[in-house]
């Protein structure tokens, strides 16, 4: 099990960026997968992006395709959303999540298939 705490959400105008991040406990991050959802309310949680353990493989949902980016800093146990051009759609409570390392393809974009997951931060895009 890993404990996973977010940050960096906040209120943004339209077109703007924020820097998400996921801080993990335990010495085995390098082992997990870690993926990225958000919640609007009354909406479902969605898939944003994912990235494999050693970074080599990345996942984004087409809504945020080419304005987020997904990254991760083993050594620090960190999980990154770089959020760019935001638009009001973005708004919602954003989680981290982490799964096992076993998590391939369409896999990543899957809820189900994480185990342990954040609080979420809170990110508004006003117009």
């Known amino acids: 099990q890993v404990q996973l705490v977010e940050s960096g959400g906040g209120l943004v105008q339209a077109g703007g960026s924020l820097r998400l991040s996921c801080a993990a406990s335990g010495r085995t991050f390098s082992s997990y997968a870690m993926g990225w959802f958000r919640q609007a309310p009354g909406k479902e949680r969605e898939f944003v992006a994912a990235?494999?353990?050693?970074?080599?493989?990345?996942s984004y949902a087409d809504s945020v395709k080419g304005r987020f980016t997904i990254s991760r800093d083993n050594a620090k146990n960190t999980v990154y959303l770089q959020t760019n051009s935001l638009k009001p759609e973005d708004t919602a409570v954003y989680y981290c999540?982490?799964?096992?390392?076993?998590?391939w393809g369409t896999g990543l974009q899957r809820a189900s298939r994480y185990d342990d997951w954040g609080q979420g931060t809170q990110l508004t895009v006003s117009s």
């Open positions: 999540a982490a799964g096992p390392s076993t998590i």
């Open positions: 990235i494999s353990r050693n970074g080599g493989v990345t």
